[in-house]
């Protein structure tokens, strides 16, 4: 191709463009435009405003990276429906589990919710009433956390409740982690199931 002329500022002579893969920012402007260090956009030297524009295209992949691997690190387990069947605190029923391994130093965040729908096995009225907790790394039979542990009881024919819970933990780089979303009954005498039981984990290396 011939060269291209540009006459941009009637001011100033014509100018030629010539293909160069090495042409800096600077020299792009310097050649079409006429631009010198010290001339003012805004009241601002050109060097200076050059100077801010490759700071931020040099730390604009770093941010994106960052934001990437964050939004990776987490995991889920959900199921419509389970029925609690266990009136033992020390071995309860699994709700959801989610087994993750830390990709670093940092602390996991356990979130679990459910619809909890309590009545009378018998039928009739009655005092029913349901637990649900969370546990991380405890050994089968896995029994409640008492630390994270929510109840929903009342005397009643039925009743349906939302419930959730969380937990956090810290954790080592490569270490397993093994989270549990667990149910029970508080007397013989109530039946459960909880509906969309669903538990979420997710990984952060920092704190605020």
Same mark, same amino acid.
């Given at each position: *191709?011939?060269?291209? +002329?540009? #006459? ?24 079409? $435009?006429?631009?010198?260090?010290d001339h003012l956009l805004g009241g601002i030297?050109?060097?200076? /405003?050059?100077?801010?524009?490759? /700071?931020?295209?040099?730390? !604009? ?6 934001? %990437?691997? @964050? =939004? ?8 419509? &429906? $389970? ?7 020390? @071995? ?8 993750? $391994? ?7 965040? &356990? #979130? ?9 096995? &018998?039928?009739?009225? %009655? ?16 029994? *409640?956390?008492?630390?994270? !542990?929510?109840?929903?009881? %009342? ?10 819970t969380q937990r956090v933990a810290s954790c080592? !780089?490569?270490?397993? *982690? #093994? ?10 005498? =109530?039946?459960?199931? !909880?509906?969309?039981?669903?538990? $979420? /984990?997710?990984?952060?290396? +920092?704190?605020?």
């Open positions: *191709m011939g060269r291209k +002329t540009f #006459n941009i500022d009637p001011r100033e002579p014509p100018c030629t463009l010539r293909k160069t893969a090495t042409m800096s920012i600077f020299t792009l402007l310097t050649k079409t $435009v006429g631009f010198k260090k030297p050109m060097r200076h /405003v050059l100077r801010s524009i490759a /700071v931020s295209v040099a730390i !604009a992949p770093a941010l994106f990276v960052n934001t %990437a691997h @964050a =939004t990776s690190w987490f995991d889920y387990s959900s199921t419509p &429906a $389970v029925q609690i069947t266990s009136t033992d605190f020390h @071995a309860a029923t699994l709700l959801r589990k989610v087994t993750v $391994v830390c990709p670093k130093a940092g602390f996991i965040v &356990a #979130n679990a919710t459910s619809q909890f729908a309590i009545f009378p096995s &018998a039928g009739g009225w %009655a005092y029913v009433g349901a637990g649900f907790s969370l546990a991380i790394n405890d050994p089968a039979p896995t029994e *409640m956390d008492s630390n994270s !542990a929510h109840y929903i009881s %009342a005397y009643s024919d039925g009743i349906t409740e939302s419930g959730a080592t !780089a490569g270490q397993t *982690m #093994n989270v549990f979303f667990m149910g029970y009954l508080q007397t013989a005498e =109530t039946a459960s199931s !909880a509906y969309n039981p669903t538990l $979420v /984990v997710q990984f952060f290396d +920092t704190r605020i």
